[in-house]
């Protein structure tokens, strides 16, 4: 079972011309794909008048889940090698966009292909890569009077609450490394009055 994977800390960027052409690169940590489409939408805003906004993401703690467009340049030219270089640096939730400003001289598919490598390869030297731990959410439903049960478990296994809901019947959703899981786990079949109803 994967416990951890590797991804970037924060936002970086670089910058670098090749024949006339200039390359913006930018490096993101992500965690949906709904936060991909809003960085690259706010830079084709940003750079509307660039000629190609190329870019390549992995999500997923195996960067299971992942895509990578030419946005116009010729096939495998540009995507495929910046999502190339997430395999390389070897990390997932991470979102590479490479902006061209194209330069009046033709770079020719393995120029291209160079040229969006080493875009993406600069802007992710520039991120400081972290170790992240995978984590599982789970959803338990109590009675109030288990309150101080629930609460003790939660600073036991130090778990963070994602949402809660405190009345007569109560919800609790935590998250929890994913290497806490079994030990998690057997400790609440301790409390049947503690009912799992949710995990993902």
């Given at each position: ?15 670098f ?26 830079l084709k ?16 703690p ?11 340049e ?5 995507g ?6 997430l ?31 080493e875009?993406?390869?600069l ?19 109590f ?12 600073k ?21 490394p994913?290497?806490k899981?079994?030990t ?14 949710e995990k993902?």
């Amino acid at each position: 079972m994967l416990e951890e994977y590797k991804t970037i800390k924060s936002n970086s960027e670089s910058y670098f011309k090749e024949k006339a052409s200039k390359f913006y690169s930018f490096a993101y940590p992500v965690q949906s794909e709904d936060e991909v489409k809003e960085r690259i939408r706010e830079l084709k805003y940003q750079y509307k008048d660039a000629g190609h906004h190329c870019y390549a993401f992995k999500l997923g703690p195996k960067g299971e889940h992942y895509r990578y467009s030419d946005d116009g340049e010729p096939n495998n030219s540009a995507g495929k090698p910046i999502y190339g270089q997430l395999n390389s640096f070897e990390i997932t939730n991470v979102l590479v966009v490479v902006v061209r400003y194209f330069g009046g001289t033709k770079l020719g598919v393995g120029g291209l292909i160079q040229a969006y490598k080493e875009g993406a390869k600069l802007a992710l030297d520039n991120a400081k890569i972290i170790t992240k731990e995978v984590t599982e959410q789970i959803t338990i439903h109590f009675k109030y009077e288990d309150m101080n049960i629930m609460m003790s478990l939660v600073k036991i296994f130090d778990l963070n609450i994602v949402s809660q809901e405190f009345e007569l019947e109560c919800l609790i959703t935590l998250e929890f490394p994913i290497k806490k899981k079994d030990t998690l786990i057997q400790k609440l079949e301790n409390y049947p009055q503690l009912e799992i109803i949710e995990k993902k």
